[in-house]
T-cell receptor, first 113, second 112 residues
Framework: EAQVTQNPRYLITVTGKKLTVTCSQN?????MSWYRQDPGLGLRQIYY???????DKGDVPEGYKVSRKEKRNFPLILESPSPNQTSLYFC????????????FGQGTRLTVV | ELKVEQNPLFLSMQEGKNYTIYCNYSTTSDRLYWYRQDPGKSLESLFVLLSNGAVKQEGRLMASLDTKARLSTLHITAAVHDLSATYFC????????????FGKGTKLTVNP
């Protein structure tokens, strides 16, 4: 089954403790991206990647890192999480970023206390 | 900077009625996407609009794109309860980058 898989689905952590949210897709998609969703703000793009070893900032990249060492994986790293990073995070992939629909993962609800 | 505005943000309608959700954007683009999100769920792609004048229909939903007016519409015909969800439009940031900018979403509630 074609899918985008995020882990974990739920995470509560403390300020400053490094964490990684994994994202994997099995559709051989080139384009992957991370979004955060906050009430009243909609979805905002954090980082995106057009292919292996090619990443770029979205609209809200501060406090986040990403890597794309393999086509299927695109982990989101929070080196030193802060409470303002409490949010619902979505990973998405698409065959070609600009011309095709994106497939979204199930989301990761992160709480930083 | 690309900005995307959706109107209305909240919409409560009766079953059987028609309504339109609007998506305006601020800079030139000819690629626009509509997504649906059910409560507590992920986003599901509805439509991909890739040129001026594009129109796509799926069931009771029809989306169109007017790139000259920088406007897309999502028209709901004879609404049913199952259409209750939040609808997002997203616009490609044309001009080199692959950024995608989402509107804030329209929460649609269809009442019996």
């Amino acid at each position: 089954e074609a899918q985008v898989t995020q882990n974990p689905r739920y995470l509560i952590t403390v300020t400053g403790k490094k964490l990684t949210v994994t994202c994997s897709q099995n559709m051989n998609h080139e384009y992957m991206s991370w979004y955060r969703q906050d009430p009243g703000l909609g979805l905002r793009q954090i980082y995106y990647s057009m292919n292996v070893e090619v990443t770029d900032k979205g609209d809200v990249p501060e406090g986040y890192k990403v890597s794309r060492k393999e086509k299927r994986n695109f982990p989101l790293i929070l080196e030193s999480p802060s409470p303002n990073q409490t949010s619902l995070y979505f990973c998405a992939s698409s065959l070609q970023g600009r011309y095709t629909e994106a497939f979204f993962g199930q989301g990761t609800r992160l709480t930083v206390v | 900077e690309l900005k995307v505005e959706q109107n209305p943000l909240f919409l409560s309608m009766q079953e059987g009625k028609n309504y339109t959700i609007y998506c305006n954007y601020s800079t030139t683009s000819d690629r626009l996407y509509w997504y649906r999100q059910d409560p507590g769920k992920s986003l599901e792609s509805l439509f991909v609009l890739l040129s001026n004048g594009a129109v796509k229909q799926e069931g009771r939903l029809m989306a169109s794109l007017d790139t000259k007016a920088r406007l897309s519409t999502l028209h709901i015909t004879a609404a049913v309860h199952d259409l209750s969800a939040t609808y997002f439009c997203a616009v490609d940031n044309k001009g080199g980058s692959e950024k995608l900018v989402f509107g804030k979403g329209t929460k649609l509630t269809v009442n019996p």
